[in-house]
Protein backbone atom coordinates (compact mmCIF):
# COMPACT_ATOMS: atom_id res chain seq x y z
CA UNK A 1 0.00 0.00 0.00
CA UNK A 2 2.57 2.60 1.04
CA UNK A 3 4.39 1.71 -2.18
CA UNK A 4 1.32 2.52 -4.31
CA UNK A 5 0.79 5.55 -2.31
CA UNK A 6 4.63 6.94 -2.65
CA UNK A 7 4.38 6.12 -6.71
CA UNK A 8 1.02 8.07 -7.25
CA UNK A 9 2.64 10.98 -5.05
CA UNK A 10 5.98 10.54 -7.35
CA UNK A 11 5.22 10.13 -10.87
CA UNK A 12 7.43 12.39 -12.10
CA UNK A 13 10.51 11.38 -10.16
CA UNK A 14 9.73 8.38 -11.19
CA UNK A 15 9.20 8.68 -15.00
CA UNK A 16 12.64 11.38 -14.71
CA UNK A 17 14.61 8.52 -12.94
CA UNK A 18 13.49 5.45 -15.55
CA UNK A 19 14.50 8.49 -18.38
CA UNK A 20 18.10 8.34 -16.59
CA UNK A 21 18.22 4.87 -16.47
CA UNK A 22 17.57 3.76 -20.01
CA UNK A 23 19.46 6.76 -20.92
CA UNK A 24 22.60 5.36 -19.27
CA UNK A 25 21.72 2.30 -20.32
CA UNK A 26 21.62 3.46 -24.64
CA UNK A 27 23.95 6.43 -24.45
CA UNK A 28 26.21 6.51 -21.08
CA UNK A 29 27.96 9.88 -22.02
CA UNK A 30 24.48 11.48 -22.64
CA UNK A 31 23.53 10.20 -19.38
CA UNK A 32 26.58 11.40 -17.80
CA UNK A 33 26.19 14.75 -19.20
CA UNK A 34 22.62 14.99 -18.15
CA UNK A 35 23.10 13.93 -14.62
CA UNK A 36 26.40 16.50 -14.24
CA UNK A 37 23.84 19.53 -15.49
CA UNK A 38 20.93 18.39 -13.30
CA UNK A 39 22.94 17.71 -10.64
CA UNK A 40 24.37 21.63 -11.20
CA UNK A 41 20.86 23.27 -11.39
CA UNK A 42 19.71 20.84 -8.20
CA UNK A 43 23.02 22.17 -5.97
CA UNK A 44 21.90 25.99 -7.58
CA UNK A 45 18.12 25.47 -6.38
CA UNK A 46 19.04 23.80 -3.10
CA UNK A 47 21.19 27.80 -2.40
CA UNK A 48 18.72 29.77 -3.47
CA UNK A 49 15.55 28.54 -2.26
CA UNK A 50 16.00 28.47 1.33
CA UNK A 51 16.76 32.24 1.16
CA UNK A 52 13.80 32.67 -1.12
CA UNK A 53 11.15 30.73 1.68
CA UNK A 54 12.89 33.04 4.30
CA UNK A 55 11.95 36.09 1.79
CA UNK A 56 8.42 35.11 1.47
CA UNK A 57 8.06 34.45 4.82
CA UNK A 58 9.35 37.79 5.93
CA UNK A 59 6.96 39.58 2.89
CA UNK A 60 3.92 37.49 4.10
CA UNK A 61 3.91 38.66 8.04
CA UNK A 62 5.58 42.31 7.19
CA UNK A 63 2.66 43.35 4.27
CA UNK A 64 -0.98 43.11 5.43
CA UNK A 65 -3.16 41.98 3.11
CA UNK A 66 -5.16 44.86 2.51
CA UNK A 67 -2.22 46.53 1.16
CA UNK A 68 -2.10 43.22 -1.85
CA UNK A 69 -5.47 43.61 -2.18
CA UNK A 70 -5.51 47.01 -2.86
CA UNK A 71 -2.22 46.85 -5.04
CA UNK A 72 -2.16 44.03 -6.57
CA UNK A 73 -6.11 42.72 -5.82
CA UNK A 74 -9.07 42.69 -8.80
CA UNK A 75 -9.59 45.87 -8.25
CA UNK A 76 -6.28 47.56 -8.58
CA UNK A 77 -6.43 48.02 -12.63
CA UNK A 78 -3.93 49.53 -14.56
CA UNK A 79 -2.42 50.74 -10.90
CA UNK A 80 -2.12 47.08 -9.94
CA UNK A 81 -1.27 45.67 -13.59
CA UNK A 82 1.80 48.24 -14.03
CA UNK A 83 2.85 47.54 -10.05
CA UNK A 84 2.91 43.89 -11.14
CA UNK A 85 5.16 44.65 -14.09
CA UNK A 86 7.27 46.76 -12.32
CA UNK A 87 8.00 44.18 -9.38
CA UNK A 88 8.52 41.31 -11.86
CA UNK A 89 10.82 43.52 -13.88
CA UNK A 90 13.28 44.61 -11.02
CA UNK A 91 13.02 40.72 -9.43
CA UNK A 92 17.02 39.28 -9.48
CA UNK A 93 16.93 35.36 -9.45
CA UNK A 94 15.86 32.34 -11.30
CA UNK A 95 11.83 32.38 -12.09
CA UNK A 96 11.33 29.50 -10.05
CA UNK A 97 12.07 31.72 -7.18
CA UNK A 98 9.03 33.55 -7.92
CA UNK A 99 6.21 30.97 -7.23
CA UNK A 100 6.70 31.26 -3.78
CA UNK A 101 6.01 34.83 -3.79
CA UNK A 102 3.61 34.36 -6.54
CA UNK A 103 1.75 31.97 -4.02
CA UNK A 104 1.47 34.21 -1.56
CA UNK A 105 0.78 37.32 -3.34
CA UNK A 106 -2.48 35.37 -4.12
CA UNK A 107 -3.13 33.78 -0.80
CA UNK A 108 -3.21 37.81 0.57
CA UNK A 109 -5.72 39.08 -2.57
CA UNK A 110 -3.76 39.42 -5.32
CA UNK A 111 -5.82 38.64 -8.62
CA UNK A 112 -4.28 35.90 -11.15
CA UNK A 113 -4.07 38.50 -13.89
CA UNK A 114 -1.05 40.68 -11.40
CA UNK A 115 -0.08 37.22 -10.99
CA UNK A 116 0.63 36.56 -13.88
CA UNK A 117 2.19 39.71 -14.59
CA UNK A 118 4.64 39.21 -12.26
CA UNK A 119 5.54 36.11 -13.17
CA UNK A 120 5.69 37.69 -16.75
CA UNK A 121 7.74 40.29 -16.25
CA UNK A 122 10.10 37.88 -13.71
CA UNK A 123 10.63 35.84 -16.51
CA UNK A 124 11.39 37.96 -19.71
CA UNK A 125 10.87 41.97 -18.67
CA UNK A 126 14.11 42.26 -16.03
CA UNK A 127 14.95 45.73 -16.05
CA UNK A 128 18.71 44.60 -15.09
CA UNK A 129 18.97 42.56 -18.36
CA UNK A 130 17.83 45.69 -20.48
CA UNK A 131 21.28 47.27 -20.77
CA UNK A 132 22.67 43.98 -21.95
CA UNK A 133 19.96 43.63 -24.44
CA UNK A 134 20.44 47.08 -25.87
CA UNK A 135 24.79 46.27 -25.77
CA UNK A 136 24.75 43.46 -27.80
CA UNK A 137 21.25 43.64 -30.06
CA UNK A 138 20.75 47.27 -30.31
CA UNK A 139 18.62 49.83 -28.40
CA UNK A 140 15.92 50.06 -31.14
CA UNK A 141 15.42 46.03 -31.03
CA UNK A 142 15.57 46.33 -27.30
CA UNK A 143 12.29 48.84 -26.77
CA UNK A 144 10.19 46.87 -29.75
CA UNK A 145 11.10 43.45 -28.23
CA UNK A 146 10.22 45.04 -25.03
CA UNK A 147 7.04 47.30 -26.06
CA UNK A 148 5.56 43.66 -27.38
CA UNK A 149 6.83 41.93 -24.31
CA UNK A 150 4.53 44.16 -22.22
CA UNK A 151 1.53 44.06 -24.61
CA UNK A 152 1.41 40.31 -24.24
CA UNK A 153 2.22 40.26 -20.85
CA UNK A 154 -0.83 42.71 -20.14
CA UNK A 155 -2.96 40.54 -22.52
CA UNK A 156 -2.32 37.84 -20.52
CA UNK A 157 -2.83 39.06 -16.86
CA UNK A 158 -6.51 39.75 -18.85
CA UNK A 159 -7.07 36.01 -19.88
CA UNK A 160 -6.47 34.96 -16.87
CA UNK A 161 -8.55 37.22 -15.00
CA UNK A 162 -11.08 36.66 -17.24
CA UNK A 163 -11.15 32.70 -17.81
CA UNK A 164 -10.04 31.57 -14.36
CA UNK A 165 -9.86 31.91 -10.67
CA UNK A 166 -8.19 31.46 -7.97
CA UNK A 167 -10.21 28.55 -7.13
CA UNK A 168 -8.29 27.28 -10.21
CA UNK A 169 -5.70 26.98 -8.40
CA UNK A 170 -5.04 24.25 -6.25
CA UNK A 171 -4.53 24.71 -2.87
CA UNK A 172 -1.47 22.87 -0.35
Known sequence: MKINKFMRKNKTLIFVALVYIVLLI???????????????YLVEM???MPVVYLLTVVLDALIPKEAIIKGFGFDSGLKGNILALFLG???AGPIYAAFPISKMLLDK??????????LSSWAVVKLPMLANEAKFLGVKFMA????FTVIAIFIMGY????YLSTEDIPSE
Open 109 to 118: GASLGNVVIV
Open 46 to 48: IMI
Open 159 to 162: IFNR
Open 26 to 40: SNPEKATKAISNSTY
Open 144 to 147: IRWA
Open 89 to 91: SIS
